[in-house]
Protein backbone atom coordinates (compact mmCIF):
# COMPACT_ATOMS: atom_id res chain seq x y z
CA UNK A 1 0.00 0.00 0.00
CA UNK A 2 1.40 3.28 -0.91
CA UNK A 3 2.30 5.89 2.01
CA UNK A 4 -0.29 8.83 0.74
CA UNK A 5 -3.09 5.80 0.53
CA UNK A 6 -2.05 4.95 4.06
CA UNK A 7 -2.09 8.37 5.50
CA UNK A 8 -5.65 9.06 3.65
CA UNK A 9 -6.95 6.01 5.12
CA UNK A 10 -5.13 6.70 8.74
CA UNK A 11 -7.02 10.43 8.49
CA UNK A 12 -10.23 8.76 7.07
CA UNK A 13 -10.74 6.58 10.28
CA UNK A 14 -9.22 9.38 12.78
CA UNK A 15 -12.35 11.36 11.33
CA UNK A 16 -14.83 9.15 11.80
CA UNK A 17 -14.08 8.01 15.15
CA UNK A 18 -14.10 11.32 16.06
CA UNK A 19 -17.45 12.00 14.62
CA UNK A 20 -18.75 8.55 16.20
CA UNK A 21 -17.73 9.97 19.71
CA UNK A 22 -18.61 13.47 18.98
CA UNK A 23 -22.11 11.82 17.96
CA UNK A 24 -22.32 9.92 20.89
CA UNK A 25 -21.67 13.28 23.30
CA UNK A 26 -24.80 14.19 21.32
CA UNK A 27 -26.84 11.48 22.09
CA UNK A 28 -25.53 11.22 25.66
CA UNK A 29 -26.39 15.26 26.14
CA UNK A 30 -29.50 14.49 24.35
CA UNK A 31 -30.62 11.68 26.71
CA UNK A 32 -29.70 13.20 29.90
CA UNK A 33 -29.92 17.00 29.41
CA UNK A 34 -33.86 17.33 30.58
CA UNK A 35 -33.46 14.51 33.24
CA UNK A 36 -30.75 16.55 34.86
CA UNK A 37 -32.21 19.75 33.94
CA UNK A 38 -35.90 19.01 35.39
CA UNK A 39 -34.45 16.50 37.76
CA UNK A 40 -32.43 19.40 39.37
CA UNK A 41 -35.68 21.16 40.11
CA UNK A 42 -36.16 18.59 43.21
CA UNK A 43 -33.17 20.28 44.68
CA UNK A 44 -33.29 23.65 43.89
CA UNK A 45 -36.71 25.87 42.82
CA UNK A 46 -38.70 28.59 43.94
CA UNK A 47 -40.79 27.31 47.27
CA UNK A 48 -43.99 30.04 48.50
CA UNK A 49 -44.97 30.03 51.93
CA UNK A 50 -46.39 27.32 51.88
CA UNK A 51 -43.61 25.16 51.33
CA UNK A 52 -41.73 26.72 54.27
CA UNK A 53 -44.70 25.90 56.68
CA UNK A 54 -45.11 21.96 55.47
CA UNK A 55 -41.24 22.37 56.31
CA UNK A 56 -42.02 23.14 60.00
CA UNK A 57 -44.92 21.14 60.30
CA UNK A 58 -43.77 17.75 59.06
CA UNK A 59 -39.44 17.64 59.25
CA UNK A 60 -39.15 20.72 62.24
CA UNK A 61 -36.73 22.80 59.88
CA UNK A 62 -37.03 26.27 59.49
CA UNK A 63 -36.93 29.70 60.98
CA UNK A 64 -40.69 29.75 62.66
CA UNK A 65 -40.43 33.15 63.58
CA UNK A 66 -40.23 34.38 59.91
CA UNK A 67 -42.43 31.81 58.40
CA UNK A 68 -44.81 32.95 60.98
CA UNK A 69 -44.74 36.32 60.18
CA UNK A 70 -45.04 35.56 56.16
CA UNK A 71 -47.64 33.70 56.66
CA UNK A 72 -49.81 36.24 58.61
CA UNK A 73 -49.05 38.60 55.92
CA UNK A 74 -50.15 36.24 52.98
CA UNK A 75 -53.51 35.88 55.08
CA UNK A 76 -54.26 39.62 55.32
CA UNK A 77 -53.44 39.22 51.19
CA UNK A 78 -56.00 36.26 50.71
CA UNK A 79 -58.67 38.06 52.92
CA UNK A 80 -59.90 39.63 49.85
CA UNK A 81 -60.50 36.43 47.89
CA UNK A 82 -62.16 34.58 50.91
CA UNK A 83 -64.78 37.89 51.32
CA UNK A 84 -65.32 37.58 47.43
CA UNK A 85 -66.05 33.71 48.15
CA UNK A 86 -68.06 33.97 50.98
CA UNK A 87 -70.29 37.37 49.64
CA UNK A 88 -71.32 35.37 45.94
CA UNK A 89 -71.89 31.90 47.62
CA UNK A 90 -74.50 34.40 49.70
CA UNK A 91 -75.53 36.24 46.54
CA UNK A 92 -76.01 32.50 44.63
CA UNK A 93 -79.19 31.61 45.51
CA UNK A 94 -80.80 35.40 45.05
CA UNK A 95 -79.43 35.42 40.65
CA UNK A 96 -82.22 34.21 38.49
CA UNK A 97 -82.07 30.63 37.69
CA UNK A 98 -81.00 30.56 34.40
CA UNK A 99 -77.96 32.67 35.35
CA UNK A 100 -77.47 30.55 38.78
CA UNK A 101 -77.88 27.36 36.93
CA UNK A 102 -74.89 28.54 34.36
CA UNK A 103 -72.87 30.54 37.30
CA UNK A 104 -73.22 27.45 39.63
CA UNK A 105 -70.10 24.79 37.85
CA UNK A 106 -67.94 27.82 37.65
CA UNK A 107 -68.21 28.77 40.83
CA UNK A 108 -67.37 25.75 42.07
CA UNK A 109 -64.36 25.54 39.82
CA UNK A 110 -63.33 28.74 41.38
CA UNK A 111 -63.66 27.85 44.66
CA UNK A 112 -62.26 24.18 44.53
CA UNK A 113 -59.60 25.83 42.36
CA UNK A 114 -58.62 28.26 45.20
CA UNK A 115 -58.69 25.79 47.75
CA UNK A 116 -55.94 23.97 46.45
CA UNK A 117 -53.93 27.23 45.65
CA UNK A 118 -53.99 28.89 49.03
CA UNK A 119 -55.15 25.82 50.99
CA UNK A 120 -57.74 25.53 53.51
CA UNK A 121 -59.03 28.66 54.78
CA UNK A 122 -58.37 29.93 58.16
CA UNK A 123 -60.81 28.52 60.74
CA UNK A 124 -61.93 25.52 58.69
CA UNK A 125 -61.16 21.84 60.01
CA UNK A 126 -57.76 20.24 58.67
CA UNK A 127 -58.42 18.21 56.26
CA UNK A 128 -57.39 13.78 56.84
CA UNK A 129 -54.54 13.93 53.78
CA UNK A 130 -51.22 16.00 54.01
CA UNK A 131 -51.38 16.86 50.38
CA UNK A 132 -54.51 19.52 51.44
CA UNK A 133 -53.57 21.32 54.21
CA UNK A 134 -51.22 23.18 52.67
CA UNK A 135 -51.82 25.28 49.10
CA UNK A 136 -49.36 25.08 46.38
CA UNK A 137 -45.80 24.64 47.45
CA UNK A 138 -43.85 25.18 44.18
CA UNK A 139 -44.22 28.22 42.03
CA UNK A 140 -44.78 26.39 38.57
CA UNK A 141 -47.99 24.37 40.35
CA UNK A 142 -48.97 28.13 41.46
CA UNK A 143 -48.77 29.72 38.06
CA UNK A 144 -50.76 26.49 36.06
CA UNK A 145 -53.04 26.76 38.60
CA UNK A 146 -54.18 30.21 38.64
CA UNK A 147 -54.75 29.72 34.77
CA UNK A 148 -57.05 26.46 35.57
CA UNK A 149 -58.94 28.91 37.89
CA UNK A 150 -58.87 32.21 35.25
CA UNK A 151 -59.70 30.03 32.39
CA UNK A 152 -61.97 27.34 31.00
CA UNK A 153 -60.78 25.12 28.57
CA UNK A 154 -63.17 24.05 25.81
CA UNK A 155 -62.67 22.65 22.39
CA UNK A 156 -63.14 24.98 19.12
CA UNK A 157 -64.40 22.74 16.35
CA UNK A 158 -64.97 26.53 13.77
CA UNK A 159 -62.49 24.95 11.29
CA UNK A 160 -63.44 21.24 11.63
CA UNK A 161 -59.81 19.97 13.57
CA UNK A 162 -61.00 20.89 16.91
CA UNK A 163 -58.36 22.80 18.97
CA UNK A 164 -58.23 23.62 22.80
CA UNK A 165 -58.86 26.87 23.72
CA UNK A 166 -58.99 28.74 27.01
CA UNK A 167 -61.82 30.76 27.80
CA UNK A 168 -61.45 33.53 30.31
CA UNK A 169 -63.88 33.10 33.52
CA UNK A 170 -63.87 36.99 34.68
CA UNK A 171 -66.63 38.09 32.09
CA UNK A 172 -69.22 35.47 33.36
CA UNK A 173 -68.80 37.00 36.90
CA UNK A 174 -68.76 40.70 35.84
CA UNK A 175 -71.12 42.28 37.97
CA UNK A 176 -70.98 39.83 40.98
CA UNK A 177 -69.63 39.38 44.27
CA UNK A 178 -67.05 37.48 43.20
CA UNK A 179 -65.90 39.69 40.05
CA UNK A 180 -63.05 41.47 42.28
CA UNK A 181 -61.29 37.92 42.79
CA UNK A 182 -60.06 37.84 39.30
CA UNK A 183 -57.91 40.48 39.03
CA UNK A 184 -56.79 39.99 43.09
CA UNK A 185 -55.41 36.64 41.59
CA UNK A 186 -53.31 37.99 38.24
CA UNK A 187 -51.86 41.43 39.92
CA UNK A 188 -51.32 40.14 43.73
CA UNK A 189 -50.11 36.26 43.72
CA UNK A 190 -46.32 37.12 44.72
CA UNK A 191 -48.41 38.76 48.02
CA UNK A 192 -50.65 35.84 48.34
CA UNK A 193 -47.90 33.29 47.97
CA UNK A 194 -44.41 35.08 49.10
CA UNK A 195 -42.32 33.39 46.64
CA UNK A 196 -38.75 32.81 47.44
CA UNK A 197 -35.89 30.71 45.70
CA UNK A 198 -35.52 27.21 47.73
CA UNK A 199 -32.99 24.75 48.13
CA UNK A 200 -33.77 21.43 49.64
CA UNK A 201 -30.83 19.16 49.81
CA UNK A 202 -33.19 16.98 51.99
CA UNK A 203 -34.95 15.57 48.87
CA UNK A 204 -32.03 13.25 49.47
CA UNK A 205 -32.59 12.51 53.11
CA UNK A 206 -36.19 13.07 54.15
CA UNK A 207 -38.51 11.22 54.16
CA UNK A 208 -42.01 11.19 51.77
CA UNK A 209 -44.68 12.54 52.93
CA UNK A 210 -48.59 11.48 51.73
CA UNK A 211 -47.14 9.46 48.89
CA UNK A 212 -44.04 12.10 48.04
CA UNK A 213 -46.28 14.82 47.91
CA UNK A 214 -43.89 16.19 50.30
CA UNK A 215 -40.98 15.10 51.28
CA UNK A 216 -37.73 13.32 49.91
CA UNK A 217 -36.07 10.14 48.65
CA UNK A 218 -34.16 9.27 51.43
CA UNK A 219 -35.67 5.52 52.31
CA UNK A 220 -35.55 5.11 48.54
CA UNK A 221 -31.66 6.32 48.36
CA UNK A 222 -30.51 4.30 51.32
CA UNK A 223 -32.60 0.93 50.12
CA UNK A 224 -31.17 1.14 46.51
CA UNK A 225 -27.42 1.26 48.33
CA UNK A 226 -28.34 -1.55 50.84
CA UNK A 227 -29.66 -3.67 47.74
CA UNK A 228 -26.15 -2.51 45.49
CA UNK A 229 -23.72 -3.28 47.96
CA UNK A 230 -25.74 -6.46 49.76
CA UNK A 231 -25.68 -7.50 46.35
CA UNK A 232 -22.00 -7.04 45.43
CA UNK A 233 -20.82 -8.76 49.27
CA UNK A 234 -22.36 -12.03 47.90
CA UNK A 235 -21.47 -12.06 44.47
CA UNK A 236 -17.93 -10.52 44.82
CA UNK A 237 -15.92 -13.18 46.38
CA UNK A 238 -18.12 -16.12 44.55
CA UNK A 239 -17.05 -13.99 41.08
CA UNK A 240 -13.99 -13.76 41.85
CA UNK A 241 -13.01 -17.72 42.88
CA UNK A 242 -14.83 -18.94 39.80
CA UNK A 243 -12.64 -16.94 37.78
CA UNK A 244 -9.67 -18.33 39.14
CA UNK A 245 -10.75 -21.57 39.12
CA UNK A 246 -11.37 -21.47 35.04
CA UNK A 247 -8.53 -19.76 34.32
CA UNK A 248 -5.87 -21.53 36.66
CA UNK A 249 -7.32 -24.72 38.21
CA UNK A 250 -9.84 -26.01 35.00
CA UNK A 251 -8.72 -28.44 32.93
CA UNK A 252 -9.69 -27.72 28.99
CA UNK A 253 -12.65 -30.63 28.74
CA UNK A 254 -16.19 -31.14 28.45
CA UNK A 255 -16.27 -29.99 31.58
CA UNK A 256 -14.95 -26.68 31.50
CA UNK A 257 -17.07 -25.83 28.16
CA UNK A 258 -20.36 -27.17 29.86
CA UNK A 259 -19.43 -24.65 32.72
CA UNK A 260 -18.55 -21.34 30.62
CA UNK A 261 -21.54 -22.16 28.83
CA UNK A 262 -23.74 -22.39 31.84
CA UNK A 263 -21.96 -18.69 32.82
CA UNK A 264 -22.50 -17.16 29.51
CA UNK A 265 -26.43 -18.67 29.56
CA UNK A 266 -26.99 -16.64 33.16
CA UNK A 267 -25.43 -13.51 31.69
CA UNK A 268 -28.35 -13.91 29.03
CA UNK A 269 -31.70 -14.20 31.06
CA UNK A 270 -33.55 -11.64 31.55
CA UNK A 271 -33.99 -9.40 34.42
CA UNK A 272 -37.50 -10.72 35.65
CA UNK A 273 -36.87 -14.07 35.42
CA UNK A 274 -34.34 -13.81 38.07
CA UNK A 275 -37.11 -11.93 39.74
CA UNK A 276 -39.40 -14.86 39.79
CA UNK A 277 -36.43 -17.19 40.64
CA UNK A 278 -35.72 -15.30 43.66
CA UNK A 279 -39.43 -15.29 44.46
CA UNK A 280 -39.81 -18.75 43.65
CA UNK A 281 -36.17 -20.28 45.40
CA UNK A 282 -35.13 -18.31 47.84
CA UNK A 283 -38.64 -16.55 49.44
CA UNK A 284 -41.18 -19.78 48.80
CA UNK A 285 -38.60 -22.64 48.94
CA UNK A 286 -35.70 -21.47 51.15
CA UNK A 287 -37.88 -19.17 53.26
CA UNK A 288 -34.35 -16.35 54.05
CA UNK A 289 -37.24 -14.31 55.29
CA UNK A 290 -40.99 -14.08 55.74
CA UNK A 291 -41.62 -12.49 52.62
CA UNK A 292 -40.14 -9.54 50.87
CA UNK A 293 -37.15 -8.56 52.32
CA UNK A 294 -33.43 -6.95 51.50
CA UNK A 295 -31.68 -10.02 51.86
CA UNK A 296 -34.11 -12.26 49.27
CA UNK A 297 -33.72 -9.20 46.71
CA UNK A 298 -29.63 -8.81 47.39
CA UNK A 299 -29.11 -12.78 47.04
CA UNK A 300 -31.42 -12.19 43.57
CA UNK A 301 -29.33 -9.13 42.36
CA UNK A 302 -26.16 -11.18 43.18
CA UNK A 303 -27.22 -13.94 41.10
CA UNK A 304 -27.83 -11.51 38.40
CA UNK A 305 -24.26 -9.63 38.46
CA UNK A 306 -22.35 -12.90 39.21
CA UNK A 307 -21.90 -13.82 35.37
CA UNK A 308 -20.58 -9.57 35.06
CA UNK A 309 -18.03 -10.19 37.85
CA UNK A 310 -16.85 -13.91 36.48
CA UNK A 311 -16.35 -12.48 33.31
CA UNK A 312 -14.54 -8.98 34.11
CA UNK A 313 -12.39 -11.19 36.85
CA UNK A 314 -11.62 -13.86 34.21
CA UNK A 315 -10.48 -11.37 31.57
CA UNK A 316 -8.29 -9.31 33.84
CA UNK A 317 -6.90 -12.87 35.81
CA UNK A 318 -6.41 -13.41 31.56
CA UNK A 319 -4.57 -10.60 30.85
CA UNK A 320 -1.78 -11.06 33.17
CA UNK A 321 1.25 -11.65 31.87
CA UNK A 322 2.27 -15.63 32.35
CA UNK A 323 5.86 -14.59 33.14
CA UNK A 324 4.58 -13.74 36.22
CA UNK A 325 3.09 -16.47 37.38
CA UNK A 326 6.29 -18.37 35.78
CA UNK A 327 8.84 -16.29 37.34
CA UNK A 328 7.21 -16.71 41.17
CA UNK A 329 6.71 -20.22 40.93
CA UNK A 330 10.60 -20.49 39.88
CA UNK A 331 11.66 -19.03 42.75
CA UNK A 332 9.57 -21.97 44.71
CA UNK A 333 5.96 -20.34 45.43
CA UNK A 334 3.14 -23.16 45.05
CA UNK A 335 0.62 -22.43 42.88
CA UNK A 336 -2.46 -20.94 45.33
CA UNK A 337 0.03 -18.56 46.95
CA UNK A 338 1.30 -17.06 43.34
CA UNK A 339 -2.39 -16.65 42.40
CA UNK A 340 -2.86 -14.60 45.72
CA UNK A 341 0.52 -12.34 45.72
CA UNK A 342 1.31 -12.07 42.21
CA UNK A 343 -1.94 -12.95 39.90
CA UNK A 344 -4.79 -11.40 42.08
CA UNK A 345 -2.67 -8.32 42.80
CA UNK A 346 -1.79 -7.80 39.06
CA UNK A 347 -5.38 -8.10 37.58
CA UNK A 348 -6.69 -5.88 40.01
CA UNK A 349 -7.31 -2.92 37.98
CA UNK A 350 -9.94 -5.29 35.75
CA UNK A 351 -11.70 -6.81 38.81
CA UNK A 352 -12.33 -3.85 40.55
CA UNK A 353 -13.53 -2.18 37.40
CA UNK A 354 -16.22 -5.10 37.05
CA UNK A 355 -17.02 -4.91 40.62
CA UNK A 356 -18.18 -1.44 40.34
CA UNK A 357 -19.63 -1.77 36.96
CA UNK A 358 -21.92 -4.80 38.62
CA UNK A 359 -22.79 -2.53 41.08
CA UNK A 360 -24.17 0.06 39.35
CA UNK A 361 -26.34 -2.62 37.26
CA UNK A 362 -27.33 -3.54 40.59
CA UNK A 363 -28.34 -0.18 41.31
CA UNK A 364 -30.10 0.70 38.47
CA UNK A 365 -32.20 -3.07 38.10
CA UNK A 366 -36.13 -3.01 38.59
CA UNK A 367 -37.10 -6.38 37.64
CA UNK A 368 -35.43 -8.59 40.07
CA UNK A 369 -36.54 -6.67 43.24
CA UNK A 370 -40.45 -5.58 42.44
CA UNK A 371 -40.60 -9.64 43.40
CA UNK A 372 -38.15 -10.20 46.12
CA UNK A 373 -37.49 -6.40 48.41
CA UNK A 374 -39.21 -3.82 47.08
CA UNK A 375 -42.03 -1.84 48.18
CA UNK A 376 -44.05 1.23 46.77
CA UNK A 377 -43.77 3.20 50.10
CA UNK A 378 -41.82 2.68 53.25
CA UNK A 379 -40.23 3.99 55.74
CA UNK A 380 -36.14 3.85 56.14
CA UNK A 381 -34.75 0.38 56.83
CA UNK A 382 -32.93 -0.13 59.71
CA UNK A 383 -29.84 -2.44 59.64
CA UNK A 384 -31.47 -4.65 62.03
CA UNK A 385 -33.91 -5.24 59.38
CA UNK A 386 -32.32 -5.93 56.47
CA UNK A 387 -33.35 -9.83 56.78
CA UNK A 388 -36.70 -9.47 56.89
CA UNK A 389 -38.16 -6.50 55.81
CA UNK A 390 -39.12 -4.99 52.52
CA UNK A 391 -37.51 -1.39 51.73
CA UNK A 392 -37.92 1.27 48.92
CA UNK A 393 -35.84 1.39 45.97
CA UNK A 394 -34.86 4.39 43.30
CA UNK A 395 -35.43 2.01 40.42
CA UNK A 396 -38.94 0.56 41.70
CA UNK A 397 -40.29 3.40 42.93
CA UNK A 398 -39.61 5.78 39.86
CA UNK A 399 -41.45 3.53 37.69
CA UNK A 400 -44.23 2.70 40.10
CA UNK A 401 -44.18 6.99 40.58
CA UNK A 402 -44.28 7.60 36.54
CA UNK A 403 -47.10 4.97 36.13
CA UNK A 404 -49.44 3.98 38.70
CA UNK A 405 -49.48 7.35 40.90
CA UNK A 406 -53.02 8.60 41.23
CA UNK A 407 -51.38 12.54 40.66
CA UNK A 408 -48.38 11.71 38.28
CA UNK A 409 -48.56 15.21 37.08
CA UNK A 410 -48.73 17.00 40.89
CA UNK A 411 -45.24 14.77 41.33
CA UNK A 412 -43.05 15.71 38.22
CA UNK A 413 -40.26 17.34 39.89
CA UNK A 414 -40.11 13.91 42.29
CA UNK A 415 -39.65 11.88 39.28
CA UNK A 416 -37.22 13.54 38.08
CA UNK A 417 -35.58 13.87 40.99
CA UNK A 418 -35.48 10.61 41.31
CA UNK A 419 -34.45 9.53 37.60
CA UNK A 420 -31.42 12.22 37.84
CA UNK A 421 -30.29 10.93 41.07
CA UNK A 422 -29.97 7.29 39.96
CA UNK A 423 -28.30 8.44 37.09
CA UNK A 424 -25.79 10.34 38.98
CA UNK A 425 -25.44 7.35 41.42
CA UNK A 426 -24.35 5.13 38.06
CA UNK A 427 -22.46 7.49 36.38
CA UNK A 428 -20.41 8.01 39.44
CA UNK A 429 -19.99 4.43 40.18
CA UNK A 430 -18.49 3.86 36.43
CA UNK A 431 -16.15 7.22 37.21
CA UNK A 432 -14.99 5.65 40.17
CA UNK A 433 -14.26 2.29 38.62
CA UNK A 434 -12.10 4.48 36.04
CA UNK A 435 -10.14 6.32 38.59
CA UNK A 436 -9.63 3.26 40.61
CA UNK A 437 -8.28 1.74 38.01
CA UNK A 438 -5.72 4.04 36.72
CA UNK A 439 -4.43 4.82 40.35
CA UNK A 440 -4.42 0.60 40.72
CA UNK A 441 -2.52 0.15 37.76
CA UNK A 442 -0.19 3.51 38.30
CA UNK A 443 1.00 1.49 41.67
CA UNK A 444 1.80 -1.42 40.15
CA UNK A 445 3.81 0.20 37.71
CA UNK A 446 5.44 1.74 40.21
Request: net charge positive; aromatic share 8%; hydrophobic share 50%.
Amino acid sequence: MRMTTRKLLDRAFTAAACFAVGLMVLFLLFVLGPIFGKGAGAYVFTGTVEHRRMMIDQFGRGDEARVAAEWAGAQQARRPIYDALAAFEKELPQLPAAKRKALKPAFKAVREGVAVLLGPEPGEPLPALTRKMYGQTRWEKVQAKVTDILFEETWDYSEGAGKKVLVPRQPMFEGTALAPLFPLLQTDLTALLRPRLTFYPGFLTDVSVDAHFFGGIGPELLGTIYLALGALLLAVPFGIIAAVYFQEYAKEGAVLTFLRTCVNTLAGVPSVVFGLFGLAFFINTMHVSPGKSVLAGALTLALLVLPTVIRSSEEAIAAVPRSYKEGAMALGAGQWHTVLTVILPAALPGILTGIVISMGRAAGETAPIIFTAAVSVGKLVNPAELLTQPTPALSWNLYNLCTEHEAVDEIRHVQYGMAATLVLIVLVLNLTAILIRARVARRLKG
